[in-house]
């Protein structure tokens, strides 16, 4: 607001300056006009530099905590979810599409209704300084605006497409970088490549169709402060003829119009960082609005100490129409050990997972001790079984926390 307030005083001072000028004014009258006007833009650029350091807080704070809340969800989904969606797609929608509305919190909503604030205070000026030159400044306004909200209404769909693009991308790229020890050993480096060129093929008209979107904004935006310009010389020109307004007045509306075509094109670029936010929000939403099947039991508690495991009549598939378990049946008595042997893909780690719900069979029943899990609370479950896995996750920190799970206790 007080950068605002600012920048509408300014030209009143120079139209000061002129006028005192050219009526052969005092000299020092001339030098403090000029020396406001200086003092002016300093304190502006310091306005402006302690909004941007405001707001930069404000946007990581928020964002941040939106990742957050979207790690935690993400990690709350089941395993079916995981299998679909790669950690390479997850990254770049929970980093990529936050990203956007980093830049839309720390500028977009500051520059965009703060340039709002700023062209209607332009307006009433000018109405003030003369009804005609603030009716028809008002109506170039008004037309330039809704010309500019129409054309990011069209452009919205491109950016949400290019958004999902970016994350097929970005998918494709951390899993093959995650498995490149088996791509080189089975010498599929060529057709990995393949693969890459053929995304970054699909991805260039989806890119290319979502900036055309934006550049046509950008032109339509050019058109306008030609047209703008145009229309303040001719009245100008027209008033200071008729001798209804001074030379300073004439100069005072062309720098308004000028003003005016500044917020004009932050506008422009702040409904570019819209569309882009945009399409996050609609991602963020679509991955919030993701829901886990498994979902806690009753609560039932199992018996301390060793239990017996029972499968009854377990059918299981990752797809329901291709089972890998069909009415698997068996009983392991408590303290006893089973060790289960059969080719890859026979259903070996379906078994553990299955024992960990991490997923659900499709038909039949699970128990522990006697207690069928799916009546037990997740959590019990996993406090209640040990497991260790085939590949071994070393996290980036200590070998205590690598241990104990980050666990302190």
Same mark, same amino acid.
């Given at each position: 607001?007080?950068?605002?307030?600012?920048?509408?005083?300014? =030209? %009143?001072?120079?139209?000061?300056?002129?006028?005192?000028?050219?009526?052969?004014?005092?000299?020092?009258?001339?030098?403090?006009?000029?020396?406001?006007? #200086?003092?002016?833009?300093?304190?502006?650029?310091?306005?402006?530099?302690?909004?941007?350091?405001?707001?930069?807080? /404000?946007?990581?704070?928020?964002?941040? !905590?939106?990742?957050?809340?979207?790690?935690?969800?993400?990690?709350?989904?089941?395993?079916?979810?995981?299998?679909?969606?790669?950690?390479?797609?997850?990254?770049?929608?929970?980093?990529?599409?936050?990203?956007?509305?980093?830049?839309?919190?720390?500028?977009? /909503?500051?520059?965009?209704?703060?340039?709002?604030?700023?062209?209607?205070?332009?307006? /009433?000026?000018?109405?003030?300084?003369?009804?005609?030159?603030?009716?028809?400044?008002?109506?170039?306004?008004?037309?330039?605006?809704?010309? &500019?909200?129409?054309?990011?209404?069209?452009?919205?769909?491109?950016?949400?497409?290019?958004?999902?693009?970016?994350?097929?991308?970005?998918?494709? &790229?951390?899993?093959?970088?995650?498995?490149?020890?088996? #791509?080189?050993?089975?010498?599929?480096?060529?057709?990995?490549?393949?693969?890459?060129?053929?995304?970054?093929?699909? *991805?260039?008209? #989806?890119?290319?169709?979502?900036?055309?979107?934006?550049?046509?904004?950008?032109?339509?935006?050019?058109?306008?402060?030609?047209?703008?310009?145009?229309?303040?010389?001719?009245?100008?020109?027209?008033? *200071?003829?008729?001798?209804?307004?001074?030379?300073?007045?004439?100069?005072?509306?062309?720098?308004?119009?000028?003003?005016?075509?500044? =917020?004009?094109? !932050?506008?422009?670029? !702040?409904?570019?960082?819209?569309? %882009?936010?945009?399409?996050?929000?609609?991602?963020? $939403? !679509?991955?919030? %609005?993701?829901? @886990?099947?498994?979902?806690?039991?009753?609560?039932?508690?199992?018996?301390?100490?060793?239990?017996?495991?029972?499968?009854?009549?377990?059918?299981?598939?990752?797809?329901?129409?291709? @089972?890998?378990?069909?009415?698997?049946?068996?009983?392991?008595?408590?303290?006893?050990?089973?060790?289960?042997?059969?080719?890859?893909?026979?259903?070996?780690?379906?078994?553990? $997972?299955?024992?960990?719900?991490?997923?659900? =069979? %499709?038909?039949?029943?699970?128990?522990?001790?006697? #207690? =069928?899990?799916?009546?037990? $609370?997740?959590?019990?479950?996993?406090?209640?079984?040990?497991?260790?896995?085939?590949? /071994?996750? &070393?996290?980036?920190?200590?070998?205590?926390?690598?241990?104990?799970?980050?666990?302190?206790?």
């Amino acid at each position: 607001l007080i950068s605002i307030g600012l920048q509408l005083l300014n =030209p %009143q001072i120079l139209r000061y300056f002129i006028d005192t000028a050219l009526s052969g004014g005092k000299t020092t009258s001339l030098l403090f006009a000029g020396a406001i006007f #200086v003092g002016i833009a300093l304190a502006n650029q310091v306005v402006s530099v302690f909004a941007t350091y405001v707001s930069e807080n /404000v946007a990581w704070t928020a964002t941040n !905590q939106l990742r957050t809340d979207l790690v935690a969800h993400c990690l709350s989904l089941d395993m079916a979810f995981h299998k679909v969606h790669t950690s390479g797609e997850l990254i770049e929608r929970i980093d990529g599409d936050v990203n956007t509305l980093t830049m839309f919190f720390s500028q977009s /909503v500051i520059y965009l209704f703060g340039n709002i604030l700023l062209i209607i205070g332009i307006i /009433v000026i000018l109405f003030y300084e003369d009804w005609r030159i603030g009716l028809a400044m008002g109506l170039f306004a008004l037309v330039a605006l809704l010309l &500019l909200t129409r054309i990011r209404l069209f452009s919205a769909r491109f950016w949400i497409t290019n958004r999902e693009k970016d994350a097929e991308f970005f998918s494709f &790229l951390g899993e093959h970088l995650a498995g490149t020890a088996d #791509v080189r050993a089975n010498g599929a480096t060529n057709y990995v490549m393949q693969r890459f060129h053929k995304l970054l093929r699909n *991805w260039l008209p #989806v890119r290319r169709r979502a900036d055309m979107a934006g550049y046509s904004m950008w032109m339509t935006t050019l058109l306008l402060f030609a047209c703008g310009n145009a229309l303040a010389l001719a009245l100008g020109a027209y008033l *200071w003829s008729t001798k209804a307004i001074s030379i300073g007045t004439v100069y005072l509306v062309f720098y308004y119009t000028n003003l005016l075509n500044d =917020p004009m094109e !932050q506008i422009r670029a !702040q409904l570019l960082q819209l569309q %882009q936010a945009g399409a996050g929000i609609v991602r963020i $939403r !679509q991955l919030i %609005q993701e829901q @886990p099947y498994i979902h806690d039991g009753s609560g039932v508690s199992f018996i301390p100490g060793e239990a017996a495991i029972e499968f009854q009549d377990v059918t299981f598939g990752y797809n329901a129409e291709e @089972p890998v378990l069909h009415a698997l049946n068996f009983h392991l008595a408590a303290g006893n050990v089973l060790g289960v042997v059969g080719r890859t893909g026979s259903g070996k780690t379906t078994l553990a $997972r299955l024992l960990l719900r991490l997923y659900d =069979p %499709q038909q039949g029943r699970i128990s522990i001790g006697g #207690v =069928p899990i799916q009546d037990a $609370r997740i959590r019990d479950i996993r406090h209640y079984i040990g497991m260790v896995t085939q590949d /071994v996750q &070393l996290f980036r920190a200590t070998v205590r926390d690598n241990l104990t799970f980050f666990n302190r206790s």
